[in-house]
Structure formats: C-alpha cells, structure tokens
Nanobody, 121 residues
Framework: EVQLVESGGGLVQAGGSLRLSCEASGFTFGVYAIGWFRQAPGKEREGVSCITGSGGTTAYADSVKGRFTISSDNAKNTVYLQMDSLKPEDTAVYYC??????????????WGQGTQVIVSS
C-alpha cells in the first residue's frame, strides 16, 4: 500500500522557517516524482514544488521561488520542503503526493493526509 506521511507543520511568525518532511512507503522510492501542494481555506489546491525520483530536477511555483527548497533523501525515503522567509500568505495545509513530475494535482495519484502551516504576521 502506497503511503505518504507529512510532518513538520506548525505555527511560525512571518520571516521564520519550517521544514516539512514527506516519508514514503509502499513503493520503490525514486520511481515517482514527489510534489508538494498547498490549499488555503476557500482557495484551490496549488502546486508548490516538485522533485524527480532521482532528485536531479526540481520545480517551484513563482510564489515560493527563492524561499522554498525541495530535496530528497533516498536512503530515508523522504522528501523535504525547506520553507524560509515565510509570509502570512503561505498559510495553508501542505500535502505531498507521488506521481509524475508536474505541479498539477491531476498528475499525482497518491496523497498524504496533509500538515497545517500557519504563518502569523
């Protein structure tokens, strides 16, 4: 069974940092790309960042470019999202997902349960 478990969310002040983790199991890590998405109340789910199975290629939404960094540790079956210089508009539930290298939700078939990030001003 494919399973993705996010952790690392929380409450942080604007300008602060958080590191989200996505631990994967139930499939050969590295076969699929891993994407990070977020959804704020009343808004559509947004593709934040994505990394290929090999870890060699990454992509970011313009809204987070230069502030967020995605990385993977194949030995730990884990993908990370380092979030720096956080802004109140980054507040959302963050999800990781496994699928094809993309920032479109429809390209991902397996999803985690999400972790809440709240950035206070």
């Amino acid at each position: 069974e494919v399973q993705l478990v996010e952790s690392g969310g929380g409450l942080v002040q604007a300008g602060g940092s958080l590191r989200l983790s996505c631990e994967a199991s139930g499939f050969t890590f590295g076969v699929y790309a891993i994407g990070w998405f977020r959804q704020a109340p009343g808004k559509e789910r947004e593709g934040v960042s994505c990394i290929t199975g090999s870890g060699g290629t990454t992509a970011y939404a313009d809204s987070v470019k230069g502030r967020f960094t995605i990385s993977s540790d194949n030995a730990k079956n884990t993908v990370y999202l380092q979030m720096d210089s956080l802004k109140p508009e980054d507040t959302a539930v963050y999800y990781c997902a496994a699928g094809s290298f993309s920032r479109r939700a429809e390209d991902f078939g397996a999803w985690g349960q999400g972790t809440q990030v709240i950035v206070s001003s």
